[in-house]
Structure formats: structure tokens, C-alpha cells
């Protein structure tokens, strides 16, 4: 008899944990985009997914050349090795947090000291130069290609004379407020299933570009405008099947594709966070997932680069 009421116990409890499993999953995809992107933001930008460098070089005359992390190495054992300071590459690759180079990580290397910084969505010149303690006047003269009504996020500055920025310091969490507020928003829930750049096509096998991210939260989840815009396009078009695709002014849109639902009209103006379509596998898809993509007149770029981390 008591083995028998243990059995029922067992059974019960079993049955218990799997309803709280349930409830914590359908409170999972009932959860707004934006109220977990602290929990699953995309990985740190790479140098590889940096913007093009020709312009900062010709106007700067810095050189960059790229190195790739060896088993052991550090940052201060890298900077000796190219008569730099550690300071110097923290900086330009994105560092300021004390860690060290995963093997084979691939790093950008300058051919002179001095502190870089890597603009993100929201932070203007003026922002920059008075969280780095340097004059606006320093920065424009040091980056002479470089002005508000062109920055873009992606773009590097070099600062010499800066003061270098950890993680922790309040001037640094300063600018990173300014992303958090004005950057996009990740569009829906879920892992990050695809990266932006050079890829095996999963239907084609063929190396080719891939011009998003794949975010693969499952089949219905809500997709959200990633930032304030208009709707310029809502319908099915070639390979991106059902698509919806945001104006957001200054020669910058986001598409949002493979959708199941498109929730918006043409014309319509959407706010960011507003629920705008379901994700689906419409269009040249293995499954269900949303495309994601950001375009500076009409080119592609990397949407880390813009999303709120």
C-alpha cells in the first residue's frame, strides 16, 4: 500500500513540474520583444562586421590591419608585439571589459596609439567627446570625414588624448543609455539562428551573402517595429514571402520577413515596439523564423549594429 502511494505522489508531483514548465513557456512568448533583450542580446559586433574603414583611413591616415588571437595570448602581449598599448586595442576592438581574446577571434590592429571608439545607434559627436573628456573641436580635427549629419553606427573615431572608458565607468554607462534609448529594439523573441555576412545557403548549399539576421523564436511569435517609422511596402514579395518594411527617415529602413501575419497597412505610421506582424516561414524558408534586415540607402548593413545590447 505504501509503495502504491508513493507511485501517486511521484506521479502528481511529475505532473505538477511539467503544468509549471507549461506556464512559464506561455509566459515566455506572451513577454514583449523589448522586455528581453537584456536576456538574449545578440553576440558583441566582430571586426569583421565593422563598417568600411577606407574613408576613417584616407581622412585620418591610420592604417588597420587584422590579427588573429593565438591559444595564450592577451591583450597587453598583442600590444607589445605591435608596439602598441593595451589601452589602444581594448579600445578599437570593442574590449573595455578586462577580458581576454577568445582563440582565433579575429582583432583590428592600428598602426598608431590612441583611444577608438566605435559609434552605436543614438550618440552623437557632442555625446562622445564629452564622455571621452576631449573638445569637439579635437574630434572633428581628428576624424575630418566624420560629422553628425553622416555618422552612422558602426563608424569608428579615433580620439587621441582620451581618456580610456571601462566598462563600469559612469561616463561609459552614459553613452551606452543613449543606445538603450534611441537604438532598435530586437524585433521578436528567440535565438539568433543566422548571421549577417557570408554564409552556406541552407537550400542553395552555395557560400553566399546573407544581407540579415534570422531570429527562430516559433511559429505565431509577435514581431515588433524595431524603431518609429512608416510602412512603405506590406505584401509578399519574391523569396521574402510576406514582408513589411519600415521607413525610418535619413535614408534608413528595416524589413521584417518570412511573416505568417502582417498586422500593418501601407502608410501606416507604427511606433517603436508596435506589434506589426506573426512569425511565420513564408517565402524561400527550411522553417519557420523571421529575417531581419537594416538598410542605409538601400545597402544592406549589419543589424548588430544598430540593435539595442
Same mark, same amino acid.
Given at each position: 500500500m505504501d509503495s502504491f502511494v508513493r507511485r501517486i505522489y511521484l506521479c502528481v508531483?511529475?505532473? =505538477?513540474?511539467?503544468?509549471?514548465? #507549461?506556464?512559464?513557456?506561455?509566459?515566455?512568448?506572451?513577454? @514583449? !520583444? $523589448?522586455?528581453l533583450f537584456l536576456t538574449s542580446a545578440p553576440a558583441p559586433v566582430s571586426p569583421e562586421n565593422l563598417s568600411d574603414l577606407s574613408s576613417f583611413e584616407e581622412g585620418s591616415g591610420i592604417r588597420f590591419s587584422t590579427y588573429h588571437a593565438q591559444d595564450g595570448d592577451t591583450f597587453s #602581449?598583442?600590444?607589445?608585439k605591435f608596439h602598441l598599448s593595451e589601452q589602444t586595442l581594448r579600445s578599437l576592438n570593442q574590449a573595455? /571589459?578586462?577580458?581576454? !581574446? $577568445?582563440?582565433?577571434?579575429l582583432l583590428l590592429i592600428p598602426s598608431k596609439d590612441g583611444i577608438f571608439h566605435m559609434v552605436r545607434p543614438g550618440q552623437s559627436l557632442a555625446d562622445i567627446a564629452r564622455a571621452y573628456g576631449v573638445s569637439l573641436g $579635437?574630434? =572633428?580635427? *581628428?576624424? !575630418?570625414?566624420? %560629422? /553628425? *549629419? /553622416? +555618422? @552612422? !553606427?558602426?563608424?569608428?573615431?579615433? +580620439?587621441?588624448?582620451? &581618456?580610456?572608458?571601462t566598462r563600469q565607468d559612469l561616463r561609459w554607462l552614459a553613452l551606452v543609455s543613449l543606445t538603450t534609448q534611441k537604438g532598435f529594439l530586437k524585433p521578436t523573441t528567440g535565438r539568433f539562428a543566422d548571421g549577417f555576412g557570408m554564409r552556406l545557403h541552407p537550400i542553395t548549399h552555395k557560400m553566399e551573402f546573407h544581407q540579415g539576421l534570422d531570429l527562430a523564436p516559433g511559429w505565431g511569435a509577435r514581431v515588433v517595429a524595431s524603431q518609429d517609422g512608416q510602412v512603405i511596402f &506590406? #505584401?509578399?514579395?519574391?523569396?521574402? #514571402?510576406?514582408?513589411?518594411?519600415? /521607413?525610418? %527617415?535619413q535614408s534608413l529602413t528595416s524589413w521584417y520577413a518570412h511573416l505568417d501575419e502582417i498586422l500593418v497597412k501601407l502608410g501606416q505610421k507604427v511606433s517603436r515596439g508596435e506589434l506589426i506582424g506573426k512569425v511565420g516561414d513564408s517565402g524561400r524558408t527550411t522553417g519557420p523564423h523571421l529575417h531581419f534586415e537594416v538598410r542605409l540607402n538601400g545597402k544592406p548593413r549589419n543589424p548588430l549594429l544598430y540593435l539595442v545590447q
Open positions: 508531483a511529475v505532473l =505538477l513540474a511539467l503544468l509549471w514548465f #507549461g506556464m512559464l513557456a506561455l509566459a515566455v512568448h506572451a513577454m @514583449k !520583444p $523589448e522586455m #602581449g598583442i600590444a607589445q573595455n /571589459d578586462n577580458t581576454q !581574446p $577568445e582563440t582565433g577571434a $579635437e574630434v =572633428l580635427q *581628428s576624424n !575630418p570625414q566624420r %560629422g /553628425d *549629419s /553622416d +555618422l @552612422k !553606427p558602426g563608424d569608428i573615431l579615433y +580620439l587621441p588624448g582620451a &581618456a580610456y572608458l &506590406a #505584401g509578399i514579395r519574391a523569396g521574402y #514571402g510576406r514582408l513589411i518594411i519600415l /521607413d525610418h %527617415g
